[in-house]
């Protein structure tokens, strides 16, 4: 059957509106191409970035507790290099010293004395240093603060 000419127009928009109805627009796949995401997957993404993030900024500390061992280490075995050094020199005896310098001779040797820990606070110094090592180390263990170590012990007697 052939239609008048308006009639022909009519019938192409009506199979035009019911193409456009039947396909519902672009599928998942062209979507994903396009650069829209559900909010599913958005979640998903940034829980892997934040992941990876997380695991940078370990690596990151690590790297630098690394570096401020290593530094402290090297510190150290200088400072130590250099006590030797100026403290063997140093206690080579008074003769061919001015008093001056023998009047800061001594100071030095008392200085040096001056922040030294003996008896109990030393022993208490060193169970919190080694404590402390251990917590950073992250092997932290439960110590009781009423229950004294045998060496502390023995000392207290002794004294």
Not at 55 to 78: A, N, V
Request: charge should be positive.
């Amino acid at each position: 059957t052939s239609f008048c000419a308006e009639h022909a127009r009519r019938n192409a928009l009506a199979l035009q509106a019911q193409v456009k109805k039947s396909n519902p627009g672009p599928v998942g796949e062209t979507l994903l191409h396009a650069g829209v995401y559900t909010a599913e997957e958005v979640a998903l993404i940034m829980r892997e970035k934040l992941i990876r993030l997380q695991s940078l900024y370990i690596d990151q500390f690590k790297r630098l507790q690394h570096l401020l061992k290593e530094k402290k280490r090297r510190f150290l075995h200088s400072r130590k290099g250099e006590h030797e050094a100026i403290g063997s020199s140093l206690l080579t005896g008074p003769e061919g010293l001015m008093a001056k310098e023998r009047e800061n001779l001594k100071r030095l040797k008392c200085l040096r004395r001056y922040r030294q820990r003996y008896g109990v606070e030393a022993l208490l110094h060193r169970q919190l240093r080694e404590r402390r090592v251990l917590a950073t180390d992250g092997a932290a263990q439960q110590v009781r603060g009423d229950v004294l170590d045998e060496s502390l012990l023995s000392c207290l007697f002794w004294e």
